[in-house]
């Protein structure tokens, strides 16, 4: 069981512009604004992060980046920095997202890279992690976060691991802009959690396990949220389609009890 405030961040994906960003934040800060026992992180696109940093100064959302490069600077064309995203105010970043992993090729190698270049950075990692459909099916779960975690958090000194907070997304649960989309069952997310946490244990020891936050994503919705919520190894969320309308938002940041 940790310790720390659970944290409950917004991954926005593809969606919204810098005015819509701006129109969603305006009304989600009234919304929150006297919440004081969760962490609010919203990971807009990169191209709303400008607009979402203005808007929540002094106020208690933080801002955070869907993924960035390894490098400070340098010929990488299309490609944005950890020093760039400090620059704008981020203080979180999502790295090793199932999509970017699908999609977009990423493997644990340029995952770990990136780890360590935010850590550097003093940019908070949310880390993705999660089993997909066939994993699940063969029962080859553990086995896939347990690789994912060994091979993303290699060189991760015991120090740095709290610094990180890890989200499990098993990939059957991400919703893909579908509402209906079934989340994991808090007891199926729950043995996910415990997992992983083990393994933090096995790799840094007990203390730094209970001190790491792990946060779960997909299909996290105001009618699930406090449920998942309330098991004792889900240490937040990170919630993608329910996170796009201010309301729904909020109410999931308000599922939350100490
Ligand atoms: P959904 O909440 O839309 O399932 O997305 C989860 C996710 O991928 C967050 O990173």
């Not at 004081?36 to 933080?62: H, M, R, W, Y």
């Not at 996910?192 to 840094?204: C, D, E, L, V």
């Not at 209970?210 to 949220?225: C, H």
């Amino acid at each position: 069981m940790a310790i720390v405030k659970k944290l409950i961040a917004a991954n926005w994906k593809m969606n919204k512009t810098a005015d819509e960003a701006v129109l969603f934040v305006e009304e989600f800060k009234k919304l929150v604004n006297n919440i004081k026992n969760a962490e609010i992180v919203i990971c807009p696109p990169f191209t709303a992060l400008q607009a979402v940093s203005n808007e929540i100064k002094g106020g208690n959302v933080d801002l955070g980046a869907q993924n960035m490069h390894f490098e400070s600077a340098g010929a990488y064309t299309g490609e944005i920095s950890p020093l760039m995203l400090k620059g704008i105010g981020c203080e979180y970043v999502i790295l090793g997202h199932s999509e970017r992993r699908e999609i977009f090729n990423e493997n644990d190698f340029l995952i770990n890279k990136k780890v360590v270049a935010a850590l550097s950075h003093s940019l908070k990692p949310i880390l993705c992690i999660g089993e997909n459909l066939e994993q699940r099916k063969n029962g080859k779960t553990e086995e896939a976060l347990e690789n994912q975690l060994k091979n993303c958090l290699k060189n991760i000194t015991k120090n740095q691991i709290s610094k990180i907070n890890i989200a499990y997304e098993p990939v059957w649960a991400i919703s893909r802009g579908n509402p209906n989309h079934k989340a994991a069952t808090a007891d199926d997310a729950e043995s996910g959690h415990k997992f992983i946490r083990s393994m933090i244990a096995k790799m840094h020891g007990e203390s730094a396990a209970k001190n790491t936050r792990i946060i779960y994503g997909g299909s996290m919705k105001p009618e699930n949220a406090k449920e998942l919520l309330a098991m004792p190894d889900i240490d937040g969320g990170l919630v993608g389609n329910a996170s796009l309308d201010p309301k729904s938002f909020a109410e999931i940041v308000k599922s939350v009890r100490l």
